[in-house]
């Protein structure tokens, strides 16, 4: 752990500003421990995020970090990944900042396969503005903006994303960072769009609102209400009902965005030069 | 060494050539009339000089990924129109508190809303200095002729790199489209200004630490600084500060980095106004009509001088100042209901009275319309 500390962190900027219980840090955890186990050089690696609990992660982290604004971490790190292909991009971004205000921004990031790995920290929940309810709050969950039940209902952003054509897309868990810690260092591997959902919690404003106990109470929730894909193919319909699948649920390979782009620069300048 | 020879050459060309002498080596936007020629123009040139051209899914996206591409050391740009501008500046004002350089171009057109995509105006000259939020200082551009936009595109990245910050170039569909014969310059003698770099190990480099002329040295993504770089208020450092007294700090130094460089900036002509009584004070399209006006009146013997700013934002208030203390009355020809009109008022105060000569038709307003304004008022 120190070494981890010492290596990936900006010591001074700790402590985290999350509350106690929090589900950000372990994530936060889990994707410098990925970065560490995939051998990433942290001179060429850059990480992007948007507005949120979430996405202040960026700024613990010993790397080049840029926290932009509110959704547009993915506009941002197309730029940051176009212009200089070298760098591995990684984006960390919440629920809202992904799927609300950014939710044009992941579907082309998808569609392009730009290869920039996204983490999103999805605690069903607006946590920094104090809990009101985003794209992936649960149907019939209370939030400030919801006091009589969430009516809308809410994405399911792995099968988004592997609609618009990501090449690698993952769901896991806090209470799993094993399985989370396996799942982001394929999604930095893969030469594409790669997305890995974090089933996270926020005790403050979504858990207390909604009578889920305790943080560690909310990570048993984690437990008993997700099943690894491989084991969900030997489930019935009935068994799988209201269970949330985790683990590696799509892979392929696809032409990457600026590899593309590298194509044709190579070509025209060889044209040039003839 | 051979006369070049004048070649015929749209403005909007003339923006895009001039950005690719300047070094641009990233483009991101969103097609919009009348500006789309920008973006098609370095989808073709720009790959083949090693730059990346790329079309976003919205003009927020488009300017976000400018500021990303900047950061890694890229001369970027973007162009748009006004109701782009619009979506843009969510990002302008995060590229103007992160001190991030990068160009954007608005062609303008009739608005507000879609109103006329194929009509030349001046509409977006408060939008260009106000769009984005909170208290920010901005340049603004707007040159008059298709040799000028070549040149002062090349001055947009000049300022953008010199002063890390945003520079917006105000074309008119008028000037995006229309075509001149133009002597571009041999690269050679362009001057061209590079934003300073850090010489220091990563350990002593500080982002936002202004040197004496008010602007930090800036490092690329990958360079091994491994720095932070965030919208929030931030110290010297990059780390977020929200103390009063460094938010204070902050804003002011964003724009004294302006004011105190203002000679730098500020780009202004003046024709015949040693002796003159009466002025026209006039930008962009609008002026090239003044000047033959100004022209046509000194002819009939009438004393009255142009004012023709380029530099837009900053204003040019100094020489607003010293106009109305020779003449007597200030004509401000605009292809809107008179915005810039409001800000020579603010400087002319009551030594001069500041009359209007406003179109929002979508038509340019002619040299007789202001031969006419100029004998109206004498
Ligand atoms: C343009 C804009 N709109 C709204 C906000 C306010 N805002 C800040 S964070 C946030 C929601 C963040 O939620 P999420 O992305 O889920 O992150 P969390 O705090 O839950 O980790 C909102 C709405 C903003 N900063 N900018
Ligand atoms: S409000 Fe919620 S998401 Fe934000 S730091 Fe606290 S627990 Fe975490
Ligand atoms: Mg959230």
């Given amino acids: 752990m120190q ?20 589900g950000h840090g372990i ?72 799927a609300a205000i950014g939710g044009n921004h992941l579907i082309h990031a998808a569609r392009r ?83 890995i959902e974090v089933i996270t919690h926020c005790p403050t404003v979504y858990g207390r609102r909604n009578k889920m106990g305790t943080a560690v109470d909310m990570m048993k929730w984690q437990k008993e209400n997700t099943v690894n894909v491989k084991a969900a193919e030997k489930m019935t319909e009935e068994q799988l009902k209201g269970k949330i699948l985790v683990g590696e649920l799509y892979s392929d390979t696809r032409p990457e965005y600026t590899e593309q782009y590298t194509k044709i620069i190579e070509r025209l300048q060889k044209e040039g030069q003839q | 060494m051979s006369e070049k020879k004048p070649i015929l050459m749209q403005g909007n060309e003339a923006c895009a050539k001039g950005a690719l002498a300047a070094g641009v080596r990233f483009f991101a936007g969103y097609p919009i009339t009348p500006s789309s020629e920008i973006a098609e123009i370095l989808s073709e040139e720009l790959p083949k000089v090693g730059g990346r051209f790329i079309q976003m899914e919205d003009e927020i996206a488009s300017m976000a990924a400018v500021i990303g591409a900047s950061l890694t050391g890229s ?48 509409g977006d000259i408060m939008q260009a200095r106000w769009g984005t939020h909170g208290d ?70 500080f982002p936002y630490e202004p040197d004496e002329d008010g602007v930090p040295k800036m490092a690329s993504y990958g360079e091994g600084y491994r720095f932070h770089v965030t919208g929030l208020t931030h110290d010297k450092t990059g780390f977020p500060n929200l103390s009063p007294g460094n938010t204070d700090y902050v804003i002011r130094r964003l724009h004294e980095k302006i004011e105190k460089n203002i000679d730098e900036i500020l780009m202004v ?35 009255v001088g142009l004012i023709r700013p380029i530099t837009i934002w900053p204003f040019p208030a100094e020489t607003v100042k010293k106009a109305a203390q020779k003449v007597s009355k200030i004509i401000v020809p605009e292809m809107n209901l008179g915005q810039l009109l409001g800000e020579v008022e603010r400087y002319a105060k009551s030594d001069a009275e500041v009359i209007g000569l406003n179109r929002v038709d979508g038509e340019l307003i002619t040299p007789q319309e202001v031969v006419d304004k100029i004998k109206e008022v004498l």
């Fill in chain 1, 3 to 22: 070494e981890l500390l010492d290596k990936y962190f900006r010591k001074d900027k700790l402590p985290h500003i999350w509350c106690p219980g929090c």
């Fill in chain 1, 27 to 98: 994530t936060l955890g889990a994707v410098v421990r990925a970065i560490d186990k995939v051998g990433l050089d942290p001179i060429k690696t850059t990480v992007v995020s948007g507005i949120g609990c979430s996405s202040r992660a960026p700024g613990y982290m010993k790397f080049d970090t840029l926290h932009t604004t509110h959704g547009r971490a993915l506009a941002f790190a197309t730029g940051v990944k176009h212009a200089k292909p070298e760098l591995n991009v990684i984006v960390l971004t919440g629920d809202g900042d992904a």
């Fill in chain 1, 113 to 195: 396969n730009i290869d920039i790995t996204t983490v999103l920290f999805n605690n069903s929940i607006y946590g920094m503005t104090g809990g009101q309810y985003s794209p992936l709050t649960p149907t019939g969950k209370l939030a400030t903006t919801a006091p009589y039940g969430n009516i809308d209902q809410a994405f399911d952003i792995c099968k988004l994303a592997i609609a618009a054509g990501a090449t690698y897309v993952a769901r896991g868990t806090v209470y799993n960072t094993t399985q989370l810690i396996g799942l982001i260092s394929k999604g930095i591997q893969n030469k594409g769009f790669s997305l």
């Fill in chain 2, 75 to 122: 001369k970027a740009m973007t162009a748009t129109s006004g109701p782009g501008m619009s979506l843009k500046s969510e990002n302008l004002g995060y590229a103007s508190m992160a001190e991030v350089p990068c160009v954007i171009v608005d062609v303008q057109r009739v608005g507000p809303s879609t109103g006329g995509p194929t009509a030349p105006s001046q």
């Fill in chain 2, 136 to 205: 920010h200082p901005i340049i603004a551009l707007a040159p008059n002729s298709v040799k000028e936009t070549y040149e002062v595109t090349i001055k947009a990245f000049n300022l953008s790199e010199r002063f890390r910050t945003p520079v917006i170039l105000l074309l008119d569909e008028v000037i995006g489209h229309m075509r001149e014969k133009v002597v571009l310059p041999d690269q050679e003698s362009i001057e061209i200004i590079n934003r300073k770099k850090p010489t220091v190990p990563p350990e002593e480099y």
């Fill in chain 2, 269 to 303: 002509e003046e024709y015949f106004m040693d002796d003159a009584e009466l002025a026209v004070f006039a930008y962009g399209s609008p002026s090239r009509s003044s000047l033959s006006a100004v022209r046509k009146a000194r002819e009939e013997g009438i004393k």
